[in-house]
C-alpha cells in the first residue's frame, strides 16, 4: 500500500472510531529513499578552455559553491596545451608524449598519407594508453560519456577497411555519444540526468560530460571579452542544472569538473611568419599557432636548423630530442623532427597575415599563467578541504580510480597525492 494510500486509510479509521492503534508513520517520500538506496556516481565534467581564473568574474555561482564545498586548485595541463593530447591525457593519467595524442592533428610513418584530426576515430591512433572507462567496464562498472574526445573509439579494436567507421573487437563506454556540436549543453545535460533515471543494473557508475562553449567562445573574441565572460556564467548555469537535477533524483554524486587548458590573448600583430625566418624550400611545416612543427626537406636538413636554431625573438625552435626535458615531449614519433613554441599570446604562421584578427588561442608553455586550467571536485567521498596546491593534470585518473574503487594503476604518470587529504574512503 503506497504511504498516501496509508494515511487516507488511518484517517477514515479515526472519523469512525474503529481503529484502536495508531496509524502507522508514513515513509519517507520517494525521492528521499531514492537517494538512501544509490550509490554514489563519479561524473567528470570538462569545460573546455575555462581558465582558472574565470571563477572570480563574478558569474559562476554554482562553480564556486561547488569548490567552496570541496576541493579546488590551479591545475596544469600537460604539454602541449591542446585539446585532444589534453583530455586524453585526463583520463589516462599519461602526458601526451607517451599516450600518443600529441597534438590535435599528427600524422604517424605506420600509416603514410594518413593525418590524424580531431575527426579520427580509428583505434590505431588511441591504442598507447588505456582510458578509464575501459577498465571500468572489465571491472564491471557501467560508464556513459556524454562526449569526451576519444570515448566513441573502440579502445583496443581494428577498424575494418572501407567499413565506414565498423571495427572488430574494441571496448567502448556501455554508453556513449558520437559528439555533434548541434548538441546543445541543456541536451546533454538531461542526457546524463536520463541515464540517473535507468534502473541501476543499467544505470552508469562513471560518467562524462563535455561543453564546448567557453573554448570557442575564448577562440572567437579573447579571453578578456564581455562573451566570453558570458559564455562562463552560461556553462555555470547548465552545471546549476546537473546539479539540482541530481538532488530531485536523490542521486549522490562525486562531481570533478575539470578543464583542459587555459586561453591567452592573441593578435595578428603578435605574429611569427614562418618563412621570415626560414626558406619554405628547406622544409614541409605540418601545424601552425602557438608553436609549429616542421620537417626538414631531404637533403635540406643543415640550412634549415641554421636557420630554426638561431636565437627569435617570441620564438624558441628545437630539433625534437632538445625539446626541454620539463616538457615531456618529444620521443614519440608522431612528434615532428622540429619543433618551435611563441611566447604567450604569440603566434606561428606560415606566412604573414593579410588581414588582422584578435582573438584568444592556447597550446603554449603548460606552465604559463595563461594556460592554467579549471579543477574542482566536490561530492560524498570528497572532505571540503578547499583550496589545493596546483597539480598536473595528470592526477585526475588516479583520483578517478580512487572514486571508483578501482586499484591503483601501473606505468601512469600521475598520482593521487594531491587528494589524498581530502578522500574520505583514504
Not at 116 to 129: I, L, N, Y
Request: hydrophobic share 40%; with cysteine.
Amino acid at each position: 500500500m503506497r504511504w498516501y494510500s496509508k494515511i487516507v486509510v488511518a484517517g477514515l479509521c479515526a472519523s469512525l472510531q474503529a481503529c484502536v492503534t495508531p496509524p502507522a508513520a508514513a515513509p519517507a517520500p520517494p525521492s528521499a529513499t531514492v537517494a538512501e538506496a544509490r550509490a554514489p556516481v563519479t561524473i567528470l565534467v570538462s569545460i573546455d578552455g575555462f581558465r582558472s581564473d574565470y571563477l572570480t568574474r563574478g558569474v559562476t555561482p554554482r562553480l564556486n559553491a561547488l569548490a567552496a564545498g570541496g576541493i579546488s586548485a590551479v591545475m596544469h595541463p600537460s604539454f602541449p596545451s591542446k585539446t585532444f593530447p589534453n583530455h586524453w591525457a585526463l583520463v589516462t593519467g599519461v602526458r601526451p608524449d607517451r599516450n600518443g595524442i600529441v597534438s590535435n592533428s599528427m600524422e604517424d610513418a605506420r600509416r603514410p598519407g594518413e593525418t590524424f584530426t580531431m575527426a579520427t576515430d580509428d583505434p590505431f591512433w588511441w591504442s598507447e594508453a588505456k582510458p578509464i572507462w575501459v577498465d571500468a567496464e572489465q571491472a564491471g562498472i557501467h560508464t556513459g560519456t556524454m562526449f569526451w574526445p576519444g570515448a566513441n573509439v573502440a579502445w583496443g579494436g581494428t577498424l575494418k577497411p572501407g567499413s565506414h567507421g565498423a571495427t572488430t573487437g574494441g571496448t567502448r563506454p556501455e554508453d556513449w555519444a558520437q559528439f555533434n556540436q548541434a548538441v546543445t549543453g541543456a541536451q546533454r545535460v538531461e542526457s546524463v540526468l536520463d541515464w540517473m533515471r535507468r534502473p541501476a543494473a543499467i544505470r552508469p557508475r562513471f560518467v562524462t560530460l563535455y561543453f564546448d562553449t567557453v573554448d570557442s567562445a575564448g577562440h572567437a573574441f579573447g579571453p578578456d571579452d564581455a562573451r566570453t565572460t558570458a559564455a562562463a556564467g552560461d556553462v555555470d548555469t547548465l552545471i546549476g542544472k546537473l546539479v539540482d537535477g541530481l538532488h530531485a533524483l536523490g542521486q549522490p554524486a562525486n562531481l570533478v569538473i575539470v578543464a583542459d587548458h587555459g586561453m591567452a590573448a592573441t593578435s595578428s600583430e603578435r605574429t611569427i611568419a614562418i618563412d621570415k625566418i626560414a626558406n619554405p624550400a628547406d622544409y614541409r611545416i605540418f601545424e601552425t599557432g602557438p608553436f609549429a612543427s616542421l620537417s626538414a626537406v631531404p637533403g635540406h636538413e643543415a640550412a634549415l636548423e641554421k636557420a630554426l636554431l638561431a636565437p627569435h625573438e617570441h620564438l624558441r625552435c628545437w630539433r625534437k630530442a632538445d625539446i626541454p626535458a620539463r616538457f615531456h615531449y618529444g620521443t614519440n614519433p608522431r612528434v615532428q623532427p622540429y619543433f618551435c613554441l611563441a611566447d604567450p599570446g604569440w603566434e606561428t604562421a606560415r606566412t604573414t597575415p593579410d588581414k588582422p584578427r584578435t582573438g584568444g588561442d592556447h597550446g603554449y608553455d603548460n606552465m604559463a599563467p595563461e594556460m592554467n586550467a579549471l579543477f574542482i571536485a566536490n561530492g560524498p567521498d570528497i572532505r571540503p578541504a578547499a583550496r589545493l596546491a596546483a597539480f598536473d593534470n595528470v592526477d585526475v585518473y588516479p583520483l578517478l580510480r580512487d572514486l571508483l574503487a578501482l586499484p591503483p594503476a601501473s606505468g601512469v604518470d600521475g598520482d593521487d597525492r594531491p587528494f589524498r587529504a581530502a578522500l574520505k574512503n583514504r
